[in-house]
């Protein structure tokens, strides 16, 4: 063979040697050594806060990978899923993405829930209480919401629980409350506030965030928003403080001898708590025509007061009379004052005295 043809020739078997090396490269890169499409490992970072679950452990590039997340920590909310620093795609809360052809990390985005009881709207009643009771029946604890809006005759709301296994929405409903609830038939249908109604019997114990969103409707383009971390306990433990009720029964002339009846009801009272629902003082005679009686108040609600003579000679052994209204020591910005008004007693601050006239009319 002439030297050109078989430098010609050894130029050609280089070629093709040179273009196999290429191409057994290039499929080093898309397949393994049987011929399969090389995969990727998926593996998710450690969080404190939420696990996140993806539906396969590797993956080749191209394929769709679906990533579940539970969270963790109840004070916390999930914003979004990662894959390699990339934003997952959300959809009815699941996250997905297509794998790229390298391995990848998974990682969680949350953020802390922030206490809102007062948006301008909307507030959080300062006499809820942040803990409720479990019941075995059914029980209602009550959350009151007040709306700051003049011509609001209608809402629509939404709530959400952070923790459906502690608050299900199942066991909220919302009540609306309108003026004339508040002040008789002379007010008007203006809503003032909302009744946030938990069922107990349906709850579980823990903590979850409840956010609340209201809107008023029928030409009312106002909205608000609360959000409040609400705990299930066994018990509810308040703050309870000693008050003293001093009735003045100067007017009745029943005699030095006669014993008296008091019934004092919490308005308020949180089903399941530590405080007492009705409190009753019986056979209680006057000193100087005077009834002193002592009560354990919980700050922030308000109370009825059933006031009787023991009488033997009425049909059910009693004679109620009524009580005139009565305004006490002391005042604040915020609080008004320690008073007996409306038929509703109120103090605030602890152990204050109040004194309340007896009138000579009675009712049944």
């Given at each position: 063979m002439k030297k050109g043809k078989i430098l010609a020739w050894l130029a050609a078997v280089c070629a093709l040697a040179l273009c196999a090396g290429v191409l057994a490269a290039c499929d080093d890169g898309g397949e393994n050594n049987g011929g399969e499409p090389q995969t990727y490992t998926i593996t998710a970072a450690t969080s404190e806060d939420c696990t996140l679950t993806p539906d396969k452990t590797s993956a080749a590039a191209g394929d769709t990978v679906t990533v579940t997340a539970a969270m963790k920590n109840a004070d916390k909310y999930l914003t979004g899923v990662k894959y390699n620093e990339e934003d997952c795609d959300e959809e009815n809360g699941k996250y997905t993405f297509t794998m790229p052809a390298a391995n990848v990390t998974l990682s969680a985005v949350t953020e802390a829930y922030e206490e809102v009881l007062d948006d301008g709207m909307a507030t959080f009643a300062s006499s809820n209480m942040k803990t409720i009771a479990k019941t075995e029946t059914a029980d209602t604890a009550t959350l009151l919401v007040l709306f700051d809006q003049n011509y609001m005759t209608g809402i629509k709301y939404e709530i959400a629980s952070s923790d459906e296994s502690v608050i299900p929405v199942s066991a909220i409903t919302v009540r609306e409350v309108k003026n004339?609830?508040?002040?008789?038939?002379?007010?008007?249908?203006?809503?003032?506030?909302?009744?946030?109604?938990?069922?107990?019997?349906?709850?579980?114990?823990?903590?979850?965030?409840?956010?609340?969103?209201?809107?008023?409707?029928?030409?009312?383009?106002?909205?608000?928003?609360?959000?409040?971390?609400?705990?299930?306990?066994?018990?509810?433990?308040?703050?309870?403080?000693?008050?003293?009720?001093?009735?003045?029964?100067?007017?009745?002339?029943?005699?030095?001898?006669?014993?008296?009846?008091?019934?004092?009801?919490?308005?308020?009272?949180?089903?399941?708590?530590?405080?007492?629902?009705?409190?009753?003082?019986?056979?209680?005679a006057a000193v100087d025509e005077e009834v002193t009686v002592q009560i354990e108040y919980v700050p922030g609600h308000t109370y009825s007061i059933t006031f009787g003579y023991i009488d033997a000679k009425a049909e059910h052994g009693y004679t109620w009379h009524n009580l005139d209204q009565a305004v006490g020591q002391g005042s604040s910005a915020t609080g008004g004052f320690s008073q007996y008004k409306g038929g509703e007693l109120s103090f605030i601050s602890d152990g204050q005295s109040l004194k309340i006239k007896v009138a000579k009319t009675t009712h049944t």
């Open positions: 004339s609830d508040l002040v008789g038939s002379s007010g008007s249908n203006t809503i003032e506030q909302a009744e946030v109604n938990i069922d107990t019997s349906k709850v579980s114990l823990g903590s979850t965030w409840l956010t609340m969103y209201f809107k008023g409707t029928a030409g009312s383009s106002a909205s608000g928003t609360i959000t409040v971390k609400i705990t299930v306990a066994e018990t509810v433990t308040v703050e309870k403080w000693t008050e003293t009720l001093v009735f003045d029964v100067s007017s009745l002339r029943y005699g030095e001898d006669a014993l008296y009846y008091i019934r004092v009801n919490d308005n308020n009272y949180i089903t399941g708590s530590d405080a007492k629902e009705s409190q009753i003082f019986d056979e209680v």
